[in-house]
């Protein structure tokens, strides 16, 4: 008997351990670990040490159906995802009180100015239900392209869970690629993923 009770003593730490690891390979079978997951009702900021979802797959995660979206315009009006058909186009996901949506905006500004007259379209969501906030950080910003607010449920449909958010999608309005979280780091990558998706 005591034998028995030594060997279950043993054995429940390696399977606590054996399912812990099973657990956390999970996402891995999908190959979506970050856009699988959603947006809780506050939204969690993001950070320096944030990674992006791998280009390839996130793409085949969505169909074209999946991207659509129409929201209002904190300028007034609303924002139609078709209205940019034949575009790609750029999304980020954020809210106004973010730190790191914050340090995103100059680079994003940056990347419309630069890109807009090679066909670029950048569109800011922010998840807050107010217009005057979202207008807020459009003018804290000075950023020229439109920014809708109401976002949150977009922000499930796209998956994310948190914010920023950035996502560029091809002309079709696939996915090309996703970065969560915002870092210097990602300057060069989004860059070139632009370069691919104008061509």
Excluded at 2 to 26: D, R, S, T
Excluded at 121 to 138: H, Q, R, T
Excluded at 158 to 172: E, F, I, N
Excluded at 187 to 192: L, P
Aim: proline share 6%; with cysteine.
């Amino acid at each position: 008997m005591k034998n028995i009770k030594g060997f279950i003593f043993m054995a429940l730490p390696v399977l606590a351990f054996i399912y812990a690891c099973k657990k956390a390979e999970a996402p891995k079978e999908t190959g979506q670990a970050v856009v699988a997951a959603t947006v809780e009702t506050e939204p969690v900021t993001g950070t320096p040490q944030a990674k992006k979802a791998p280009p390839k797959e996130t793409k085949n995660a969505y169909e074209k159906k999946d991207t659509y979206f129409k929201l209002p315009d904190c300028a007034g009006g609303g924002i139609d995802l078709a209205d940019y058909g034949g575009n790609p186009v750029m999304l980020m996901f954020f809210a106004e009180t973010c730190p790191y949506c914050r340090k995103a905006a100059p680079f994003i500004k940056k990347m419309d100015e630069s890109y807009k007259a090679r066909g670029l379209n950048v569109i800011g969501v922010s998840l807050n239900d107010e217009a005057s906030s979202a207008a807020g950080f459009v003018k804290d910003f000075g950023l020229a392209f439109p920014v809708a607010y109401k976002g949150r449920r977009v922000a499930r449909q796209y998956r994310t869970h948190g914010v920023p958010y950035l996502y560029l999608l091809t002309k079709d309005h696939t996915i090309y690629n996703v970065w969560a979280g915002y870092d210097e780091s990602f300057d060069e990558e989004i860059k070139d993923g632009i370069n691919e998706v104008i061509k």
